[in-house]
């Protein structure tokens, strides 16, 4: 039987690929910090403890796995990782866990391992114009992330390319932009733009306001969780170490997709700009390196998860309604 070791198996994207590997027929190991708040987990073994911590990285390494996915880091939306706040635990935290797991992975003889980085790694100079960014892979260089987030990814994805080079490790790395769906997080602050709108609007009563950071022209492309693990798989598989988007190439504002939710949910609402952290103007994968490398691209629209995501966080509203009544 395959073995998988899941990092951050208690976060969204980990616990739906434990869900993922488990339907594969791998035995799975999960490791977070807390277990997943939505829905139980599916691993066949889930430890609880601290990645930051070195001995229990080695710890869990203690026989051998085929795939070792590293999703574990201090993350969220651009609520949380935009607003200065949280920079130096952002840092601390997310590269302590890559400089102990590729220490531990190295030390225990795992092949290799997959990293998530993030889109939040591109140049803020090639994302101002937000009918035309550019986030292509070779588009790296000059390096100027405009958060300290996407400072860290950057270290992060380039020490595990070291390894490959200088241990003969097979990491790869993916560079994930703004993955959404049901079981995210959707409330507390650390929500992205997909699941706030999605709250926002389930909360707002027909014709009520709505509230979004900025003017609503600011762009984004969103790529529903199905389609990350299907990526994610693909790269971890393969003989292509990376780094490489794993996006969606239909780009919209954040105008446009409060409208899609709105037409979604069947509700008038009326957008109120009011004053937020905003992150860059304009972003997009670039998806002609996977397509050549992977033969991978999206299977399917924006407004077909948003529609599995709505009404996932609806239910969440309405229950969180009853529970309060
Ligand atoms: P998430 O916050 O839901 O999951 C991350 C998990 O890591 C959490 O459950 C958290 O408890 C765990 N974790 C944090 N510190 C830990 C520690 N010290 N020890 C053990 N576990 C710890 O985030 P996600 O959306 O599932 O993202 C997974 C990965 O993908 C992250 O590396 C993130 O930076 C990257 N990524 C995500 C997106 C996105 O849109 N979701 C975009 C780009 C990159
Ligand atoms: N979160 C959030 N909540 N964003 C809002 C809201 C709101 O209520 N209203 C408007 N926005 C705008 C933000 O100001 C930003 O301009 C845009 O929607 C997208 O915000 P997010 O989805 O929170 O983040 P992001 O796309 O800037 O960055 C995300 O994607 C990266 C990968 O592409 C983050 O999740 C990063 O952690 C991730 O790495």
Redesign the pocket.
């Known amino acids: 039987m395959s073995t998988a070791l899941v990092c951050g198996a208690g976060g969204f994207i980990g616990g739906h690929l434990v869900k993922r590997l488990k339907r594969e027929g791998f035995w799975v190991r999960g490791v977070d910090l807390k277990f997943p708040p939505f829905a139980e987990t599916e691993a066949d073994d889930f430890v609880v403890g601290d990645l930051r911590d070195q001995s229990f990285c080695r710890q869990i390494i203690d026989r051998k796995f085929d795939e070792v996915y590293q999703l574990a880091a201090d993350?969220?939306?651009?609520?949380?990782?935009?607003t200065g706040e949280h920079d130096a635990d952002v840092m601390h935290n997310s590269a302590t866990i890559n400089l102990n797991m590729l220490d531990a992975c190295q030390k225990r003889n795992v092949r290799g391992m997959f990293y998530s980085s993030?889109?939040?790694m591109y140049p803020e100079h090639n994302q101002k114009d937000p009918d035309n960014p550019n986030c292509a892979e070779d588009s790296a260089y000059p390096a100027a992330p405009d958060?300290e987030?996407?400072w860290e990814?950057l270290f992060s994805e380039r020490l595990y390319l070291a390894y490959n080079r200088n241990y003969g490790m097979r990491n790869r790395v993916a560079?994930?932009?703004?993955?959404?769906g049901p079981e995210g997080t959707w409330e507390g602050g650390k929500?992205?733009?997909?699941?706030?709108?999605c709250?926002?609007v389930a909360q707002a009563a027909s014709h009520g306001e709505v509230?979004?950071?900025?003017d609503?022209t600011?762009t984004?492309?969103?790529l529903y969780i199905d389609e990350c693990l299907e990526g994610t798989i693909r790269l971890t598989r393969s003989d292509f170490e990376g780094p490489v988007n794993v996006?969606s190439e239909e780009m919209v504002t954040?105008n446009q997709?409060v409208d899609f939710v709105s037409d979604i949910a069947g509700k008038k609402v009326i957008k109120k700009h009011i004053p937020?952290?905003?992150?860059?103007?304009g972003?997009n994968?670039d998806n002609r390196l996977i397509g050549q490398k992977l033969g991978w691209k999206p299977s399917a629209t924006l407004r077909s998860g948003l529609e599995k995501t709505y009404e996932w966080i609806e239910r969440q509203v309405r229950s969180n309604m009853r529970a309060a009544a």
């Open positions: 993350m969220g939306g651009a609520g949380y990782i935009f993030s889109a939040c958060s987030y996407g990814k560079r994930y932009h703004n993955i959404f929500e992205k733009a997909p699941a706030a709108v709250r926002k509230e979004i950071w900025g609503g600011q984004r492309s969103f996006g954040i997709l937020g952290p905003l992150g860059v103007r972003r994968s």
